[in-house]
């Protein structure tokens, strides 16, 4: 089984460019957390999608950062203008989206964004 | 913020058990203890996780404390490549995952 997939590993932007993040979840997940780690502290959830629907968006800062998960494709993480603070590794998990304690996330490789 | 306290490093000796402590005291009924490491530079990875009893799998054990304020993660016998972070974290079914600070294992030859 493939795990959950993230591309491209390592990402490098200017400062005031664009990037975007892509997530492919497990094979039969159907839902899809995005989290920020920055250099040396632990990880911080920012959104939880559903296929064509946002979930949580409670730990997403409130400008330039945008999420979706459309009924094809990847779930994609969107930073519009990037600035130096938004250096970090970004991890994408997945989960089934079952009840009963089955809800156990499995995290991707990450992407690691570097802004110059 | 996180609902677990873990201490911040400890040291295994190579083949020996790892036995990695953690409290949740405030912890609720419906809340579960997850466990999850991350290995330098790499994402997360699920442990084990349980809600009241005993859970063992081919990874680890789970040992939950009967009153359920602590639990404890045990790697019958750690290897060079146990060496990771590794977290605590209690939540009940559609909350979110919060991870503190974690545990940092240290196996050592």
Known sequence: NAGVMQNPRHLVRRRGQEARLRCSPMKGHSHVYWYRQLPEEGLKFMVYLQKENIIDESGMPKERFSAEFPKEGPSILRIQQVVRGDSAAYFCASSLGTQGGLETQYFGPGTRLLVL | ?109
Not at chain 2, 7 to 18: L, Q
Not at chain 2, 23 to 45: A, D, K, L
Not at chain 2, 59 to 83: F, G, Q, Y
């Open chain 2, 1 to 109: 913020d996180a609902k677990t306290t873990q201490p911040p490093s400890m040291d295994c000796a190579e083949g020996r058990a790892a036995n990695l402590p953690c409290n949740h005291s405030t912890i609720s009924g419906n809340e579960y203890v997850y466990w999850y490491r991350q290995i330098h530079s790499q994402g997360p990875q699920y442990i084990i996780h349980g809600l009241k009893n005993n859970e063992t799998n081919e990874m680890a054990s789970l040992i939950i404390t009967e009153d359920r304020k602590s639990s404890t993660l045990i790697l019958p016998h750690a290897t060079l490549r146990d060496t990771a972070v590794y977290y605590c974290i209690v939540r009940e079914d559609g909350q979110n995952f919060v991870f503190g600070p974690g545990t940092r294992l240290s196996v050592l030859p």
